[in-house]
């Protein structure tokens, strides 16, 4: 008998196209959990929401819709999990360890904090990818973001062209960001680091030259004290000075996990423990003035899981960090800033819809920001 309580059996039956609603879960094969919710919002092919195992403690998962047919409905969660429910309320849930049965019902409407996320959309239709870390260069004709590798866009005209992988990058870069200048770009790499003949299993940081002509140069990796033999250091961004912001995991003078420095030729600095905490800061965008950083941490106070927070210059320092508001952060990973040269928009990637998509919001929307830029 169908639940009348449970609309996915409509929804196939081609009688509601709409499924979102909170849902409670009762949760089978799995010893830590019993019960959970499942929270969905939107509509037609664009549903997306959060699943929580009340487990101690919770366990939190953002998961997108991908396909449906006359039987089930398949959400995914990266390339590592899925969740598939049947007309008959009842389902699977696989994901790193996890494999439970669920049976779901309908108990009410979204929650207002899903709800504040529908509108804004990915930048582009991506869902059977990760895509990170986009940047675009100051005369908006180049983007580029991570995806396994660095990938390129062009804009030709108003449309930005299909992508492709960047010409100077192997698997294993990420995080591109270009210079102030746009004369050339800060990535990371596993790749092997000339200065450490010794393989070590790290990350360091690189640049490649944007030529005049077109293309690009060849990659060099960026000299100590930035990179360190043994330590990790990614996820950068370059000021007007020439500074480098970026993430180290156990670097001396910090917590041990990943925290945030500046770079320059004098030295290495520890951005503080304002900033950094006994979690994890792994990455930072700096404004090419450095009036502000873009901060991502997941132990500052309201983080949820990592989260963007805004810092105000404040003298020679920094001042308490502020979470950005939603749409911006949202429950799921939300990392990636990169605010274009015009100052008209922030870009970064969430993971809300069940992979990592790449997103971009008006300046105008978030006046705490806006404010920062203005002269």
């Excluded at 969740?83 to 009842?90: A, Q």
């Excluded at 529908?118 to 908006?140: I, Y």
């Excluded at 680091?193 to 940081?205: H, S, T």
Aim: aromatic share 10%; charged share 20%.
């Amino acid at each position: 008998m169908r639940n009348p309580g449970f609309l996915i059996a409509l929804m196939l039956a081609g009688c509601a196209p709409d499924i979102s609603g909170t849902y409670s879960l009762e949760v089978t094969d799995f010893a830590r959990a019993e019960t959970g919710l499942l929270e969905l919002v939107g509509s037609g092919e664009d549903v997306f929401g959060r699943l929580t195992l009340q487990s101690d403690p919770p366990r939190v998962y953002a998961l997108g819709l991908r396909q449906s047919n006359q039987d089930s409905l398949y959400f995914t969660l990266g390339s590592n999990g899925f969740l598939v429910l049947r007309t008959d309320s009842t389902g699977r849930f696989k994901y790193f360890g996890v494999d439970a049965g669920i049976r779901a019902r309908r108990s009410g409407s979204p929650p207002a904090d899903l709800e504040a996320l529908v509108e804004l959309k990915p930048l582009f239709s991506t869902p059977d990818t990760d895509d990170s870390w986009p940047t675009v260069s100051p005369d908006g004709a180049t983007m580029l973001f991570s995806r396994g590798v660095i990938m390129e866009r062009s804009l030709r005209g108003t449309e930005w062209s299909e992508p492709d992988t960047a010409g100077f990058s192997i698997p294993g870069d990420a995080a591109p960001r270009f210079a102030p200048d746009g004369s050339w770009v800060l990535f990371d790499s596993s790749r092997p680091n000339p200065a450490y003949p010794e393989p070590v299993r790290r990350r360091d940081l690189w640049r490649v030259d944007r030529l005049s002509q077109g293309g690009w140069g060849e990659v060099s990796a960026l000299p100590h004290p930035i990179n360190v033999d043994s330590v990790s250091d990614y996820h950068g961004a370059v000021a007007t000075s020439g500074a480098v912001y970026f993430s180290s995991f156990g670097r001396a003078g910090g917590s041990g996990r990943s925290d945030v420095f500046r770079g320059d030729a004098s030295g290495v600095t520890w951005l503080g423990p304002t900033l950094n905490t006994d979690a994890s800061e792994p990455d930072i965008f700096v404004d090419p003035a450095e009036r502000y950083l873009i901060l991502v941490s997941a132990g500052l106070e309201g983080a949820q899981e990592d989260d963007l927070f805004l810092v105000p210059r404040e003298g020679a320092g920094w001042g308490a960090p502020a979470r950005l508001s939603a749409p911006v952060n949202s429950f799921a990973f939300d990392y990636g800033a990169w605010v274009d040269p015009s100052g008209g928009w922030l870009y970064f990637n969430s993971f809300r819809r069940g992979s990592s998509d790449i997103y971009r919001v008006p300046l105008s929307d978030i006046p705490e920001l806006a404010a920062r830029i203005s002269p």
